[in-house]
C-alpha cells in the first residue's frame, strides 16, 4: 500500500471520521490476533497469508493515525500489547486461521464498500480504494490457498436456466410452505450464514474455555448456542431441497482444550460483537433479496436475537469501562 501524499484544505466529515475510526480499532485488534495467531501456525502457505494480513493492518494503523495527527484529532486507544498474550499456548488450527481470514475479509470488504459512496476527500477516498483492492487481493490469495488444500467450501450448485421464464403467480413471493425452489440468491445467502455462524462458533467454543469471568463464559456460551441455532435453520432450508448443506467447523478439530488465554477480555468481547455485526448485516442483505415470505420471516427473527445478544454484549462491556466511545456529533440544545 502506498503512503497517501494528498494535500487537501477541507475537514472530515462524519461519515470519514467514523470510517477511520472504526478501521483504527478493527485493525489494531487484527494485529493482536494475527500476532498471536503467527506464534503457532506450521503450515508455510497458511502463515503467509496471515503474514500479509497482519501487514496490512500495520500499514492501516500507521495510516489513520498519520490522518487523525494532521487533523488533531485524539488518536483511539484500540487495542495494545497489553491485550494479547504472545506466549500463551495454541487454542486454534492453522486450519481455523486461513478460514478467520477468508471470513474477516468478507466482513472488510462490506464495511469498506458501504463507507466508499459516503467519502468525498480526495485523501480517503484513496485510502478506501486501496485498502478495497488490498483486501480482494487478500480474498484471492486466500481463496487460492484453500481451494489448493481442498479446504474450501464451496456455495452449493443450482441447475443452469434453460430458458427465460417469466413469474405469473403471487405466490411465487407469498409461498409459506416451501413449494416454490429456493432462487439461486437465496441458496447463496443461506450459505453464507452458515459459514459466518460456523465462524462465530468456533470463535465462542476459544472465547468460553479461555474468559476469566463467569459472565463472560456464559455470555460467550450463548452465542455458541445461538450459533448453532441459526446454522440448524439456515440448513433445514438447504436439506428440504435436496442441497448438501456446508460442514460444519468443528471444534475438536479447530478448536484445541487449551484454557490460557490469549486475549483480553475487553478484545474478546469487542471481537465477538465485531462477528455479530457482520452477521447481522448478511441478514439484513439476506432480507433484502429474498422472495420467499417464510424467509424473510425466519431472517427477521433471527437478527432480532442477533441484535439483543449484541445489545447484551455491549452492556457488558460499558459495565467493564471496555466501550472506547465512537465520533459524536455536536449536542446542541434547541432554545
Given amino acids: 500500500m502506498v503512503k497517501l501524499k494528498i494535500t487537501h484544505d477541507t475537514q472530515l466529515t462524519s461519515s470519514e471520521i467514523s470510517f477511520l475510526w472504526g478501521i483504527y480499532l478493527g485493525d489494531t485488534l487484527s494485529i493482536c490476533v494475527n500476532k498471536y495467531f503467527l506464534q503457532h501456525i506450521q503450515d508455510k502457505n497458511i502463515k503467509t497469508i496471515v503474514e500479509h494480513t497482519l501487514n496490512l493492518s500495520q500499514q492501516h494503523v500507521e495510516i489513520v493515525r498519520g490522518i487523525f495527527t494532521d487533523e488533531e484529532i485524539p488518536i483511539p486507544l484500540g487495542f495494545t500489547e497489553e491485550d494479547v498474550n504472545l506466549k500463551a499456548k495454541r487454542l486454534y488450527s492453522d486450519t481455523f486461521c486461513l478460514n478467520y481470514v477468508k471470513g474477516i475479509t468478507k466482513v472488510g470488504l462490506a464495511t469498506y464498500s458501504v463507507a466508499l459512496s459516503s467519502i468525498f476527500r480526495e485523501d480517503i ?5 486501496q485498502c478495497i483492492a488490498s483486501l480482494v487481493e ?4 486466500t481463496t487460492r490457498v484453500l ?4 479446504l474450501a467450501t464451496r456455495p452449493p450448485s443450482i441447475p443452469y436456466p434453460t430458458k427465460v421464464e417469466f413469474v405469473h403467480k403471487q405466490s ?7 413449494k416454490r425452489p429456493l432462487l439461486g440468491i437465496e441458496v447463496a445467502n443461506l450459505y453464507t450464514n452458515i459459514l459466518t455462524n460456523n465462524l462465530g462458533f468456533c470463535m465462542g467454543v476459544g472465547f468460553a474455555q479461555v474468559a476469566d469471568s463467569k459472565e463472560l463464559r456464559d455470555y460467550f456460551s450463548r452465542g455458541i448456542d445461538i450459533a448453532l441455532k441459526h446454522v440448524k435453520v439456515f440448513g433445514d432450508y438447504l436439506e428440504n431441497q435436496s442441497i448438501t448443506i456446508p460442514l460444519p467447523l468443528s471444534s475438536n478439530q479447530d478448536v484445541t482444550d487449551s484454557t490460557e488465554s490469549p486475549f483480553s477480555d475487553k478484545l474478546m468481547m469487542y471481537h465477538l460483537g465485531f462477528i455479530s455485526a457482520g452477521g447481522a448485516g ?9 422472495m420467499r415470505s417464510d ?4 431472517y427477521s427473527r433471527l437478527i432480532a436475537e442477533v441484535l439483543k445478544y449484541s445489545e447484551d454484549g455491549l452492556n457488558i462491556m460499558i459495565k467493564n469501562g471496555w466501550f472506547e466511545q465512537p465520533p459524536l456529533a455536536s449536542h446542541r440544545v434547541k432554545g
Fill in 295 to 298: 424467509l424473510t420471516v425466519d
Fill in 125 to 129: 477516498l484513496s485510502f478506501n480504494s
Fill in 282 to 290: 448478511n441478514y439484513g442483505v439476506s432480507i433484502s433479496t429474498s
Fill in 138 to 141: 487478500l480474498n484471492n490469495e
Fill in 147 to 150: 481451494l489448493e488444500k481442498g
Fill in 172 to 178: 411465487f413471493i407469498l409461498e409459506m410452505l416451501g
